[in-house]
C-alpha cells in the first residue's frame, strides 16, 4: 500500500519574508503582515511533499471541459498543484483566468520588435474584466477556509470591483466593503462596484491614504483583508505566468513586461519563477521589466536612482523612508492617467525587489503621452486596454529604443484591465473636443492625440453622409496603419 498523500494543508505554511525573522505560521491564521516583526508574508511550501506534475502537459489536459469541473475550467484551479493550499471543497471560483496570449505584429512593430516577437497576456477577458481574479480565486478560498464573511479592500477600482463581483457571484455569504479615493477610480470600476452591491466608502483622499485606512480597519474590525499584502492574493496571481507559459508550449521568453502599481503582480511573477525553477519545470527565469507612470514612479525612482536592491533580503529601507519623507515634505501625491498605477507607496515592494533579483530585473516609467499613445496602438491592433495596461506596451517600447531589450527578443507584455474600464480617457483621446482633451488629458501633459481615431461629425443628410465617407475613408485607414 503506497504511503497516504498528506492532507493538502499540511505542506502549506506561511512565513515572514524578513530572513533575520523567517517567523512561520499555519495558513488556517489569518495575518495581513508578520505578527513578530510586522514584514511581509509568504505562502511557502514542502515542496518535497508535494505531488508536482514532472510534465507541465498534465495542467493543459485538464483544459478539456468534459464533465465542465469548475475546478478544470479555472485558469487558476488547473494549476493546482503550484499553488498547493486549499482543500478542493474550500475553493472559491467563478471561471477566473480563461485569458489569451495574443501573438500581436502590429503593436509589436509600433513597440520596435521584429514580426513574432510580441505577445500581449489578454487578462481583461476575466470576470471582471482584470487580472485581479487571478488573486481574488485565492484570497477568497482562503478566506473560506477560515470562516471569514466580512471582505474589505482599498482600490483604484479593479480590486474592488474583482471584490464585488466575488461577492456577488458566489452564494457564500461574503459581504464586500471598499474604499476608493475620491475622484479617484475610472468610471468603469466604480460602476461594477456599486452594480454588485458593494459597501463604496470614498474617502477623501487617495489610493496611499486609503490604503492606510483599510488595515487600520481590517485591524479594529477583524475584517478580512483582500489587497495584495493578503499573501494568498499572489499565490492566484502566479497562474498569469503559468499560462504565458503554457501558451508559449513552456518555451520560457526573454522579458515579461508589467505595469507596477502596488506590485502585486510583479512580485507574484517573481514566486512563480523562483518556484517552477526550483521545480525543474524551467530551466531559467524570463527578465522582468516593471513599467511605471512617470507620475507614480516610486519603483523607478528607488531602484534606478538610489540603488535600492533586493540584497539577500534585507534591503536597505531607509532609503525607502527617506524617499517617501521627501514626498510628505514637498507634497507630492500620485498623479497619472492610468489611475489604476496611481500609487506612491507600493505595499509590495520589497517581495518586488525579490522578483526583479531572480529575474534580472528593470525597472522604468512612461509618460502619460507614451501611456495613451500606446493604448491607441493596442486598441487600434486588436484587443484594447485601460491606460495602465498600456504602460507595460510604452515601456517595452522605450526599452527597445534604449537597447536594453533587443529588436529580435521574444516580449510578453501583460495588458492588465479591459478597455471598457476606462471610456472617459480613452473618449478624452480620440473625440475632437479640445475642451474634454484639455481637461482630462491636456492637464496631465498629454498635448496631442497622436493616434486619434477623430468622429467625423456629419449633417443628418444622406449626401452629406455619402461625401463625408470618400471623403474621410483613406484618412481613416492611413490612421489604422
Ligand atoms: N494594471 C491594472 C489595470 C491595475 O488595476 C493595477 C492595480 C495594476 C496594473 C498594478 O498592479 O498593483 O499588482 O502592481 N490595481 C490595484 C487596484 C492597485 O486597486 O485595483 P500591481
Redesign the pocket.
Known sequence: MPALAPPITDLAYQECLNPVCSARFSIDETHFSCPNCGDLLDIQYDWDRAAVPADPRVFSARRGLEGNDPLNVSGVWRFRDLLPFAPAEKIVTIGEGQTLLQRADKVGEFVGLAPGGLYLQY?GMNPSG???DNGMTAAFTHARMVNATRVA??????????LAVFCSATDLGFRAIIFVGSGKIAYG?LAQALDHGALTIQIVGD?DDAMQRVQQVADRLGVYLM??VNPFRLEG?KAIIYRILEALAWQVPDWIV???????????FGKAFIELVHLGLIERPPRLA?INATGARTLDELVGRRSLDWNSGLPKMDRVERYYGELDHDQVKASTI?S??E?NR?V?LKK?LRALDFCQGVVSSATDQEIMDAKARVGAGGLG??P??A?AVAGARRLVREGVIARSDRVVC?L??HQL?DPTATVAYHAADQEQFDKILGCRGVQRAGFANRPVVVANELDDIIRAIALYSGEHAANRE
Request: glycine content about 10%; some cysteine.
Open positions: 487578462e482584470s487580472f485581479k479592500c482599498a482600490s483604484t477600482g479593479n480590486t474592488s470591483a474583482a470600476k489610493f489587497n495584495s496571481q508589467v505595469p507596477g502599481g502596488n506590485l502585486g503582480n510583479s512580485s507574484a516593471v492610468a489604476a498605477i500609487i507600493p509590495n518586488c486596454c485601460e495602465a495596461s504602460a501583460i492588465t484591465g474600464k
